[in-house]
């Protein structure tokens, strides 16, 4: 399924959003994606649902709390062809910062209608699209806030597993996460994504970050 049929799937925008407004990665084509930290808070358990909508839960017509984004992108080799059948893997807080992790030691609550963790294999084109809320900020430490971020696990049989972290172009905690600045500059980029606003049928705002990823042989 490609990402303008997923993404009508997932919402009642339909067709108005243009595959152009969506990720296609041409500009990061050839640029290696930064590896990141898998963290503590990987699920361990498994959940009967993990599809691409995490913002509601099967059997269930309660929303998630949040600000909701799409985060769409694509899959490519070091030559820039699609990878297709790439298993897209994310993980990530809900908006107050909490992981459904039983290792989380925040304070925060759970939001009971977030999905938390969602899987998905990339098309033909190597296209891939999630539906999830802007993941809050937690504290790491006494001293160090972890920007909102989102977990990202890439596979496929043939190439090498890659564990990588998307981050929000603008957030001001970015600049102190000792994390993200364990990249080098160059790095940045392929990482930080601006978050773009495109219009559905009906005039409302859609929010999607476009977060292409090379996978490596």
């Known amino acids: 399924m490609n990402r303008r049929a997923l993404l009508k799937r997932l919402t009642t925008v339909g067709g ?22 898998k963290g503590p808070f990987y699920p361990i358990k498994d959940q009967i649902d993990k599809d691409a909508d995490l913002t509601v839960i099967d059997g269930s017509n309660q929303q998630a709390i949040g600000r909701v984004v799409y985060v ?6 070091e030559k820039c062809q699609p990878v297709e059948e790439a298993f897209v893997e994310i993980w990530q807080a809900c908006a107050s910062g909490k992981y459904n992790h039983p290792a989380d030691p925040n304070n925060a609550k759970l939001d009971p209608n977030f999905q938390y963790w969602g899987i998905v294999k990339t098309n033909s084109k190597g296209e891939y699209l999630f539906k999830t809320i802007y993941p809050g900020a937690y504290p790491a430490d006494r001293t160090w806030i972890r920007p909102p971020h989102i977990h990202f696990k890439v596979s496929k049989w043939g190439y090498r597993e890659l564990i990588t972290q998307l981050y929000f172009e603008g957030e001001d905690l970015n600049e102190k996460d000792l994390i993200l600045q364990s990249l080098s500059h160059d790095e940045h980029p392929s990482v930080v994504r601006p978050v773009k606003v495109v219009k559905g049928d009906n005039g409302q705002k859609i929010e999607i970050v476009d977060f292409p990823i090379t996978l490596l042989r």
């Open 16 to 37: 108005a959003v243009a595959l152009s407004s969506l990720a296609k990665g041409a500009e990061l084509c050839a640029v290696n994606t930064p590896k990141q930290p």
């Open 72 to 77: 769409s992108g694509v899959v490519q080799d």
